[in-house]
């Protein structure tokens, strides 16, 4: 933990008291998305202290262009960036002509802000001397429509406290901006029109090279003592818009200005019709006024957390952590539109660009299938599967053929966009999480359409990709796999990594097990998909070959897999033994002491362990999980989750809580002192499978589903629900007892603890 000022609360993010040195983190925390738009908590008036100011709109992004020392054959060409977005939130405001910043006051008291999770909208108050000796008091609301997903809304309030005074707002749009992260400092946006009709403000502008085109648009209205008062142009330049609104106030009484705006964008729009659009969105706002557009916000957001809330009982910050991550995760996607993912940092921050990395089909995509229906985990397949031209693109500038695919690590179009050598070309093993994704999108939902469908075409370009990417070796007499990268980003370029050559045996044997299904069961599509990958059995038999003799480190003096060869040559000194001045190490050590080192970033061998426990007893388990964890500095976001849930399976309660607490709570406690840049979303559907995998011990077994519950110490109750083919199952967990309700028309089947349970619809089965 390296911050401590967030207030526990079990539904709202509260911040109380204003503390420069918290800005930049608080932006990151208190940000606002609703899937289609996002932005970072900037305040709406002018501040010139700290900040990283940051809007975003999804799948809008700059190819930038890669910047590196030594030119590597096969580089990826550019880097994605998720852009900073023209700002439509900014409204100047000044007092006696003073302007208004939180850096320059004299005095702030009462600074208070609350991310109001359950009903989705974000607030901030505060009362503050200026420096020219007004006193006044100021409440924000924020929020995103979920209804009317291109508009968001502003109400900004003044109180005037002690003396009369002038109040001038001048609510602004500005493209004039910059990114944060810029390999070279290029210009992103090129602004075409800037226009002021009324009380409504425009700017077009459009992405340069990728020339999405864009409309900010804003519209701003006065209120004061039950008037409306008229604004006038204020300031319109070829990058900014803004109207001026001036009213004398009186000594307590209060002023607002409420603001609408947001963006249209010719990814659903013609490219010419996009003030048209704006000024459709901003009739619909208008419409129904800030009160009536808030009312369906909380309605929405009802309607969400009737599925998807965990509710834990007598554990307020385990409960505001899950909550947290939950309402991060709906407000990154909601899976309404299938060209878009899930980003590492969503609508919070820019690091590590594009839109999706294997985290999707590792993480999220679970708590997807459980908290919504099947259409949602499907479109995200779907995403894959439209992208395996590029796949296919990809795999062959580095070398292979014959349909081979090699997936992006980073990605926005399908084409690969990360500029690390060691994890462009090496972390391979994101080719086997989007196998696993399919397989396990059945598994849970019992959908076997996608396969036929699409599926099986992904998964033959796959295994024709780990066909190519092993090599036989006569020393062993066995295929092994040269210069890879785990999912242990602090080793690099290491030979026949356990994980990945465990994934490339199985995503082989699973897709010949595909093939002869869809033979017999789909023959027109087996036809179809054959006649276009001219796949034969001569191929078929060659993968075999491959995954029948694949090799796996192994050392018989511990008992274990090694992660990779060579593992047991390296100093290993336990996590536990390095001084506490040492971590993280990311941050404390240079890069050839860490690759020297012992020391796993996140779950490596575990990992597989997670993915196919099946394969697996529980000793071996226990004996795995025994020999790394001790050696995992736990320095990545994906790595507590998946040690909890495995701590949870041996009974370790009290290490699978700590772990729990650790990932629930990554950002904001801000275990990796880096919250500042961005929220780490992807990894926030960890928590979720931290507590219904791992406390929960949901899992399909033989088609059916499975809890084995366990309860920390430290609650009283929790509480969950998942959609498990179309049946919703809220499971109750206690010390005393577990219950079971089924909603629904027809009772379902499941296993608890071993022994057969059947749920009735409507009725509460205690176990």
């Given amino acids: 933990m390296n911050q401590n000022y967030i207030k526990a609360d079990k539904w709202c993010i509260v911040e109380e008291g204003f503390d420069k040195e918290n800005v930049k983190s608080s932006e990151s925390i208190f ?37 590196v020392g030594w030119w590597k054959n096969g580089y990826p060409e550019y880097f994605a960036k998720v852009l900073n977005a023209p700002n439509w939130i900014g409204i100047r405001v000044y007092i006696n002509e003073q302007e208004l910043d939180l850096s320059t006051c004299k005095k702030i008291s009462a600074f208070r802000r609350e991310l109001n999770m359950k009903e989705g909208c974000y607030t901030r108050s505060f009362e503050a001397v200026t420096s020219n000796n007004i006193e006044i008091e100021v409440t924000v609301t924020r929020f995103l429509s979920l209804d009317i997903d291109e508009v968001g809304a502003i109400s900004y309030s003044i109180k005037v406290l002690k003396a009369n005074a002038e109040v001038v707002f001048e609510p602004y749009l500005d493209s004039g901006i910059t990114n944060e992260d810029s390999n070279w400092d290029d210009k992103f946006w090129n602004t075409t029109n800037t226009s002021i009709i009324g009380d409504r403000a425009f700017i077009e502008a459009h992405t340069m090279k990728t020339n999405f085109q864009t409309c900010t648009f804003m519209q701003a209205t006065l209120q004061y003592d039950g008037k409306q008062i008229t604004g006038e142009v204020a300031k319109r330049n070829e990058t900014y818009a803004s109207l001026e609104f001036k009213q004398k106030v009186l000594a307590g009484t209060t002023i607002t200005l409420t603001k609408f705006g947001g963006y249209t964008v010719s990814r659903n729009h013609k490219a010419n019709e996009l003030v048209t659009a704006a000024n459709t969105v901003l009739d619909k706002a208008i419409s129904l006024g800030f009160e009536g557009l808030l009312e369906l916000q909380k309605k929405a957001w009802a309607s969400i957390w009737e599925m998807s809330d965990i509710v834990i009982e007598g554990d307020v910050k385990a409960q505001q952590g899950i909550r947290f991550n939950i309402f991060q995760l709906n407000q990154t996607y909601l899976g309404t539109d299938s060209r878009l993912n899930i980003g590492p940092k969503g609508f919070t921050g820019e690091k590590y660009g594009g839109s999706t990395y294997w985290d999707t089909e590792a993480y999220c995509i679970p708590f997807y299938m459980a908290t919504k229906d099947d259409k949602v985990a499907k479109k995200l397949l779907k995403y894959r599967y439209n992208h395996l031209e590029k796949a296919i693109e990809n795999a062959t500038k580095l070398g292979f053929s014959n349909g081979a695919a090699l997936y992006p690590m980073v990605t926005m179009n399908g084409e690969e966009c990360h500029n690390e050598w060691e994890i462009t070309f090496e972390e391979i093993h994101r080719n086997g999480a989007i196998a696993f994704a399919i397989y396990n999108y059945y598994r849970y939902t019992g959908d076997y359409s996608y396969i036929p469908e699409m599926g099986l075409e992904v998964l033959i370009g796959i295994a024709r990709f780990w066909h190519q990417r092993v090599n036989f070796s006569e020393d062993k007499n066995k295929y092994v796999m040269l210069g890879v990268t785990g999912p242990n980003e602090y080793e690099n370029n290491v030979n026949n990594n356990w994980y990945t050559n465990y994934l490339a045996k199985w995503c082989i044997d699973y897709t010949l097990e595909q093939l002869d299904k869809v033979k017999n069961g789909y023959p027109d599509d087996y036809h179809r998909i054959i006649g276009k990958t001219k796949l034969t059995d001569r191929e078929c038999e060659s993968w075999k070959k491959v995954a029948d003799n694949m ?5 018989k003096k511990y008992g274990v897999f090694l992660q990779q060869d060579g593992f047991l040559d390296k100093h290993l000194v336990k996590v536990n033994d390095l001084p506490k001045t040492d971590r993280p190490i990311n941050q404390k050590w240079s890069w050839d002491r860490i690759l020297r080192s012992p020391y796993i970033k996140q779950a490596d061998v575990l990992q597989g362990f997670y993915f196919f426990e099946e394969d697996f007893s529980l000793e071996q388990l226990q004996k795995h999980f025994d020999f790394y964890e001790p050696f995992t500095v736990h320095e990545s976001s994906l790595s507590p989750c998946v040690h909890s849930i495995q701590a949870a399976k041996l009974g370790r309660m009290e290490q699978a809580y700590n772990f729990y607490l650790r990932t629930s709570r990554l950002d904001l406690d801000d275990y990796n002192k880096e919250v500042e840049e961005g929220l780490h979303i992807t990894s926030m559907a960890g928590t979720w499978m931290s507590i219904v995998e791992g406390f929960g011990g949901m899992r399909v077994i033989n088609d059916k589903l499975s809890f084995q519950p366990q309860i920390p110490e430290q609650w009283n109750a929790y509480s969950f629900k998942v959609n498990f083919r179309n049946r919703i199952i809220k499971v109750h967990v206690s010390a005393k007892a577990v219950t079971f309700q089924l909603s629904g028309s027809k009772e379902v089947s499941i296993r608890v603890n071993g022994e057969k349970v059947v749920l009735y619809p409507d009725e509460i089965i205690t176990v």
């Avoid at 305040?43 to 999804?58: N, V």
């Avoid at 090799?551 to 050392?555: L, S």
């Fill in 31 to 67: 940000s606002i998305g609703n899937g289609a738009m996002g932005q970072r908590a900037n305040f709406e008036e002018s501040y010139s202290g700290a900040t990283f100011q940051g809007s975003y709109i999804a799948g809008v992004y700059y190819p930038d262009k890669t910047r």
């Fill in 551 to 555: 090799y796996f480190p192994y050392d």
